[in-house]
T-cell receptor
Framework: DADVTQTPRNRITKTGKRIMLECSQT?????MYWYRQDPGLGLRLIYY???????NKGEISDGYSVSRQAQAKFSLSLESAIPNQTALYFC?????????????FGEGSRLTVL | QKEVEQNSGPLSVPEGAIASLNCTYS??????FFWYRQYSGKSPELIMS????GDKEDGRFTAQLNKASQYVSLLIRDSQPSDSATYLC???????????FGKGTTLSVSS
């Protein structure tokens, strides 16, 4: 089983729908991240969390919200999905400050908004 | 706006050659630098990290860092077709609290 698990792996939805992408990890890491990847734009940071009580905005947080339900769970929500949120979304984890750039990625969630 | 710049490629090299991948970054406060490899349809995986000026070698991979020039590079010696992938440069910003990625360079190694 994967150490960082994302659900769903693929989702097609319509404009205006609420979508939640879930991430769970068994690595025991405190730090969790959500990135989106678009062709030609690379990976961009949406939100990150250093522990259950610490949530931070990344480069492109508008239109997204997150919830850190437990050390092992970090969810990304799109309250009202729009077509330009069509992308591949990655959850990632890392250890403490000394290793925070060493990310472990989930397999990705491909979201299509029609 | 903190930026990490990479040539998108594709960079094409023959099998056995040296592949050289380059990256520049804008945040002079960046302290940690990483190279990730991403195969088509897969998630990124860390292959190298470097924290101080100079070279760091790991097998066929060498990372080079020059903080004064704000420049990071990755050399792949004896390139193999299995090295064909997109290579992402990543840099810590915001006093080390976040990791910003470049857009990636696609490497193609022909046999």
């Amino acid at each position: 089983d994967a150490d960082v698990t994302q659900t769903p792996r693929n989702r097609i939805t319509k404009t205006g729908k609420r979508i939640m992408l879930e991430c769970s990890q068994t690595k025991g890491h405190d730090r969790m991240y959500w990135y989106r990847q678009d062709p030609g734009l690379g990976l961009r940071l949406i939100y990150y969390s250093f522990d259950v009580k610490d949530i931070n905005k990344g480069e492109i947080s508008d239109g997204y919200s997150v919830s850190r339900q437990a050390q092992a769970k970090f969810s990304l929500s799109l309250e009202s999905a729009i077509p330009n949120q069509t992308a591949l979304y990655f959850c990632a984890t890392s250890r403490d400050r000394g290793h925070h750039g060493e990310l472990f990625f989930g397999e990705g969630s491909r979201l299509t908004v029609l | 706006q903190k930026e990490v710049e990479q040539n998108s490629g594709p960079l094409s090299v023959p099998e056995g050659a040296i592949a050289s991948l380059n990256c520049t970054y804008s945040d002079r406060g960046s302290q940690s630098f990483f190279w990730y490899r991403q195969y088509s349809g897969k998630s990124p995986e860390l292959i190298m990290s470097i924290y101080s000026n100079g070279d760091k070698e790991d097998g066929r991979f060498t990372a080079q860092l020059n903080k004064a020039s704000q420049y990071v590079s990755l050399l792949i010696r004896d390139s193999q077709p299995s090295d064909s992938a997109t290579y992402l440069c990543a840099v810590t910003v915001q006093a080390g609290t976040a990791l910003i990625f470049g857009k990636g360079t696609t490497l193609s190694v022909s046999s």
